[in-house]
């Protein structure tokens, strides 16, 4: 199995601290998810280098002589950032006075020591000292790889550049949830073979909560990249308060492509969403920016389907009961294709929304801009959009009585997530749906 290194690129306090003298926020953002990186990488025992950039004092590079003087020797410019802690016996630090980490150091000579094939880096800054770290790398035959979210300058549009280039030319750009380098595996078998391992580590029976149902289905490393965080975004709960069914499963793909979105015929409806529900609605009355219980005792129906909140429609004498909203913040970008696919969830508990979505790509567009939205989790109060319920035993106990007054009302059936007060998937509530026509017709 090829051997891997983790290299820290410069996360030194000139760049990460607000008295360093090149500091900048983007280095601030990126410290945490390298440490969580690093405390990954001493787990699976990867070689750790750090590298850090060092000038020495009173005497000039000619060839940086333009640059601001910084990383001056004997300053604390130079020291590591301390959230990123030295095992002093295990990890190497490595002095450097150029861009890339292999100039006029013994960078490769540890490398190829330690039978090292590929290197992960992470770091700032990506237009300079990363990219130049990683062409050297890419020349000298190692098999680079940087972590997308691990590393930063001070533009995000130069950022991405260079990270596009990197990719296209140099190596592979990798987001932190990408396990077969975090595990140091290369085939489906061994990845299946470490999940495994966990789930019978941990040993769990009867789930007596979200935590212990994702650690029981999926192990701890998918667990606490993948679920932990999100989920305490979505829900604004820990994932120990939350009952362990609103995860019944976790499907668990171990494939690199699995070709979503490319295909007409493969999760989108053709022409989108927007054409799948106009044929539902089709002569059918449609009224738009109406409330319902302005207009309820003038409808003259054998039977009204209600899907808005249950609470509400008894006018919340029995209590008020908990939801989650949503809020959407939408942005012109200045390009054909921001991210790849309709939706992309941010699992990280400092990025602040749960995912991102490019509309364009729900339909397959090919405008020269883009439209996205950042999607956030915010708890639910009147006037706010519900958009799940939060279905703890306080709030189930509650809604147990509100739909004994459900049952009473002869022509009025409740459905969908707020008027079942359940936190449906799509295909459960299509389900639901169907079963309550069956019933009905």
Not at 135 to 164: G, K, M, W
Not at 245 to 254: E, G, N, Q, W
Request: one cysteine or more; a negative charge.
């Amino acid at each position: 199995m090829a051997k891997t290194a983790l290299i820290i690129v410069d996360m030194v306090r000139d760049f990460t601290d607000p008295e360093g003298l090149v500091f900048y926020p983007e280095n601030q953002k990126i410290l945490p998810r390298i440490k969580k990186v690093l405390d990954e990488s001493r787990k699976h025992e990867l070689l750790i280098v750090f590298l850090q950039h060092c000038n020495r004092k009173d005497k000039v590079d000619k060839k940086a002589q333009s640059m601001r003087p910084n990383c001056i020797e004997g300053t604390f410019g130079i020291e590591i950032d301390p959230m990123l802690e030295v095992d002093e016996k295990k990890d190497y630090v490595i002095r450097k006075r150029r861009y890339s980490g292999f100039f006029g150091t013994d960078l490769d000579l540890v490398l190829r020591e330690n039978e090292v094939e590929n290197v992960v880096v992470v770091g700032t800054k990506t237009n300079c000292c990363i990219r130049a770290t990683v062409t050297d790398a890419f020349y000298l035959n190692y098999n680079p790889y940087v972590i997308r979210e691990c590393v930063a300058t001070n533009s995000e549009t130069v950022n991405e550049v260079h990270l596009t280039d990197i990719d296209k030319y140099l190596g592979k750009v990798i987001d932190m949830n990408t396990f077969s380098k975090m595990w140091g595996i290369k085939t489906p078998a061994e990845a299946k073979a470490v999940i495994e391992k966990q789930i019978a580590e941990l040993n769990i029976g009867e789930p007596s909560n979200l935590e212990e149902q994702a650690l029981k289905l999926a192990g701890r490393d998918v667990y606490e990249k993948l679920v932990k965080g999100y989920t305490q975004k979505q829900w604004g709960r820990e994932c120990k308060d939350l009952p362990a069914f609103i995860i019944k499963r976790l499907p668990l793909r171990f494939t690199y492509d699995n070709n979503y979105f490319n295909d007409r015929y493969q999760g989108i409806p053709i022409d989108g969403y927007t054409k799948m529900v106009e044929n539902m609605l089709e002569g059918i009355e449609v009224r738009l920016s109406t409330d319902y219980f302005d207009i309820k005792d003038e409808i003259d129906a054998d039977k009204v389907v209600y899907t808005g909140m249950i609470d509400k429609f008894f006018d919340y004498k029995l209590g008020v009961l908990e939801y989650r909203s949503v809020r959407f913040e939408t942005e012109k970008v200045d390009t054909d294709n921001y991210q790849g696919n309709a939706v992309v969830n941010y699992t990280s508990a400092d990025v602040p929304y749960t995912r991102i979505i490019e509309h364009k790509h729900f339909n397959f567009g090919k405008q020269p801009v883009s439209i996205i939205s950042r999607e956030y989790s915010s708890e639910w109060k009147k006037g706010d959009e519900p958009y799940y319920p939060v279905n703890n035993e306080k709030n189930n106990n509650l809604y147990q009585e509100y739909e004994k007054l459900a049952k009473a009302e002869k022509n009025v059936l409740f459905g969908g997530r707020l008027g079942q007060y359940k936190y449906y998937d799509m295909d459960k509530v299509i389900s639901a749906a169907l079963d309550m026509c069956s019933e009905e017709l």
